[in-house]
C-alpha cells in the first residue's frame, strides 16, 4: 500500500517555506534510485512534487541549472516542471509543480508501450540538441574527451578487483579510443539520465522531462546511449522495440561504426563517472552491478540485467 504520510521534514519546510501551506496529503512516488520524490497537495489546493536529494548540496545546484535552462528548454518545445523554490537550510528538498502523466518506465510492459517510449523520448532526444547551451552552468569534463578518458581509466583501474567475470583490459582499451571517437563531433546540453523513468507522458507524448542533477555538457550522444543501455539492463524484453524506434525518431544511423561504437562504450564511461563521484556503499554496489553487465559487443545489449523498482514497487528507475 503507499504511504500516504509525509515525514515530518518535508511537512515542517512546507509549513515554514510556503507559508503555511502545509501539506494535506502526500504519497512517495516510485522515481529514481538515489533521491525521494513526493506527489504533495496542500491544504491551500496547490499540486507539488516535493525531492529530498540523497545529496543535500546537490538541490541548490539542481534548482539553479533548472532555473537556467527552462527558457532554452521552452525554446525548442521540452516542457519542464515549473520550480517553485528549494530549502536554503542545507536540507536538500527541492520543489516543483505537479505534473499528472505516466512515467515512460511504467509504459515499457504496456502493450505497444516500448514502441511509444522510444519514438517519444528519441524525438525528445532531437530537441534537446536544439537547446542553446551558451553560458548555461554546465559540467564541462564530459566535453574534454581527454580528461574524459583518463578519469575513466583511472576509476576503472581502481576499481578492478570488484569487477571479477568483466574484461577489465578490453573495458580499457576501449575507453582510450574515446578521444579519438569524439574528435570533431560537436557538443551540447545533455540531459545526464535520459531514460524513461524521468519522463512523463501523457495521450502518447510527453508533457514533462525530469530530474537535470546529471545535466551537463558533452557529445548528445551520451544521452542517447544511456536511454539504450538503461532500457536494455532493467527492461531487456522491450530493448530491441524501444530502440528501433527511438534510433528511427532520433535519426541515428545505425551503419555508422563511429556512432555503434560509442553507443556501446559511453554507457561505460557514464557509470564509471557515477562510481567515481558518490562514496554511498547502496549507489556503488549498484553501479557496479550494471558495470558487471556490460555487453561484449558494439550491437549487444547489457546481458541479463535485473529490474530494479522505486520504494513503492511501482516503476522501475
Given amino acids: 500500500m503507499p504511504d500516504h504520510t509525509a515525514p515530518p521534514v518535508i511537512a515542517q519546510w512546507l509549513a515554514t517555506a510556503l507559508g503555511g501551506d502545509a501539506p494535506q496529503d502526500a504519497r512517495r512516488l516510485g522515481w529514481g534510485f538515489s533521491n525521494e520524490t513526493w506527489d504533495v497537495t496542500t491544504v491551500h489546493g496547490r499540486r507539488l512534487a516535493v525531492t529530498r536529494f540523497a545529496h543535500p548540496a546537490r538541490a541548490a545546484p539542481t534548482a539553479r541549472l ?5 527558457p532554452r528548454l521552452a525554446a525548442v518545445g521540452v516542457p519542464v516542471p515549473q520550480l517553485v523554490s528549494v530549502d536554503g537550510a542545507g536540507s536538500g528538498i527541492l520543489t516543483t509543480t505537479f505534473i499528472e502523466g505516466a512515467t515512460g518506465a511504467s509504459l515499457l510492459g504496456a502493450a ?6 522510444g519514438r517519444v523520448m528519441g524525438a525528445l532526444w532531437r530537441q534537446l ?8 552552468p554546465l559540467a564541462t569534463t564530459p566535453a574534454a574527451p581527454g580528461v574524459l578518458a583518463a578519469s575513466a581509466e583511472a576509476t576503472l583501474a581502481r576499481l578492478a578487483a570488484s569487477l571479477a567475470g568483466l574484461d577489465v583490459r578490453r573495458l580499457s582499451d ?7 571517437l569524439l574528435k570533431g563531433r560537436p557538443s551540447g546540453f545533455v540531459h545526464g539520465d535520459f531514460v524513461p523513468a524521468n519522463v512523463l507522458v501523457r495521450e502518447g507524448a510527453v508533457v514533462a522531462l525530469l530530474d537535470f542533477e546529471a545535466a551537463r555538457l558533452g557529445d548528445p550522444l551520451f544521452d542517447a546511449a544511456w536511454f539504450r543501455w538503461i532500457v536494455g539492463y532493467h527492461h531487456p524484453e522491450a530493448a530491441a522495440a524501444a530502440w528501433d524506434a527511438f534510433r528511427a525518431a532520433a535519426e541515428i544511423d545505425p551503419t555508422d561504426p ?18 567515481d563521484a558518490t562514496t554511498a556503499e547502496r549507489e ?8 558487471r553487465r556490460t555487453g561484449p559487443t558494439e550491437t549487444s545489449f547489457p546481458s541479463g540485467g535485473e529490474r530494479k523498482y522505486g520504494p513503492t514497487g511501482s516503476d522501475p528507475v
Avoid at 540538441?129 to 548555461?136: N, S, Y
Avoid at 556503488?284 to 558495470?291: C, D, Q, R
Fill in 66 to 70: 533548472m532555473a537556467a535552462v527552462a
Fill in 174 to 180: 576501449s575507453i582510450r579510443t574515446v578521444p579519438a
Fill in 112 to 117: 505497444g508501450g516500448p514502441v511509444l517510449v
Fill in 258 to 275: 563511429v556512432v555503434r561504437e560509442l553507443l556501446r562504450i559511453l554507457p561505460v564511461v557514464e557509470l564509471l563517472e557515477r562510481l
Fill in 129 to 136: 540538441r536544439m537547446v542553446d547551451a551558451e553560458g548555461l
Fill in 284 to 291: 556503488t554496489e549498484h553501479w557496479l552491478a550494471m558495470l
